[in-house]
């Protein structure tokens, strides 16, 4: 099987700053990788890239075996961004309604959710923990139940990868180790292969199969075992650092 992603001498810029330089990888199926890395290091840059939202100079990206220039195969990839600002208190669309968005992109026209896509959505909507939620406004919803139902919504297709840009951003500690739990739920129960970028790198270490920190380039891609007993690791960042990462292991 091919690996479900593959990056290959990944170069991309904004103008004249370097946003990545020489960035190459492979995640397998069933991975749960967390990028972490400091402001301004490409992660949003790298999740861009493989959804081919924005532009490299160089290098490769292909998603199941095939070129991200002819990649069709939408539905297998799922993507939740950071912004939870995305509905306002008049947004007029309910729970069930916004999960449904994610059924209707895979459709030909005239797109219309049937009573086969109702069950898939309801199902996810019991997986999510927010079934009771499913006749209320987004907009009336808190910043937690809101990532609840923006998950479900990416996931109600089952891709068979999911994306997610610092989903916690905006969520209290108590909700996003709830957020947490959840995702290893999924990695572990569906098989799907999650990419989490992500500040939290010593909260998530207890969930994530593999750490991939980059800042600009890839400093380090493996498990989090292999960074913490890594001397290179430990002089690139200092034992400190090191240390904070590494405190759930």
């Known amino acids: 099987m091919p690996p479900v992603i593959a990056v290959n001498g990944l170069y991309c810029r904004y103008g004249v700053t370097h946003a990545l330089t020489d960035v190459s990888f492979t995640v397998d199926g069933g991975d749960y990788i967390a990028v972490v890395g400091p402001n301004g290091s490409g992660k949003s840059t790298l999740v861009k890239a493989l959804l081919g939202l924005a532009g490299c100079d160089e290098g490769d990206v292909t998603l199941f075996g095939t070129s991200l220039q002819e990649f069709n195969d939408w539905h297998k990839v799922g993507y939740l961004p950071q912004n939870l600002n995305l509905f306002n208190p008049i947004f007029p669309a309910t729970v069930s309604e916004v999960v449904g968005l994610g059924l209707l992109a895979g459709k030909r026209f005239p797109k219309s959710i049937n009573r086969s896509d109702s069950t898939r959505i309801e199902e996810t909507l019991e997986q999510m923990g927010i079934a009771d939620l499913r006749r209320r406004l987004i907009g009336d919803l ?27 951003a905006a969520l209290d500690p108590e909700t996003r180790d709830r957020f947490y739990t959840l995702l290893a739920d999924i990695n572990r129960n569906s098989g799907t292969t999650l990419m989490l970028v992500t500040h939290d790198s010593a ?32 002089g690139h960042f200092g034992g400190a650092a090191q240390h904070q990462i590494c405190r759930l292991h």
């Open 203 to 234: 909260t998530v270490g207890g969930c994530a199969s593999k750490l991939l920190y980059l800042d600009k380039k890839l400093v380090f891609y493996g498990t989090f075992k292999e960074f913490c007993a890594s001397p290179e690791m430990t």
């Open 142 to 168: 808190s910043g937690g139940q809101q990532q609840r139902v923006l998950l479900a919504r990416a996931l109600v297709n089952r891709p068979q990868l999911l994306i997610l840009d610092e989903p916690t």
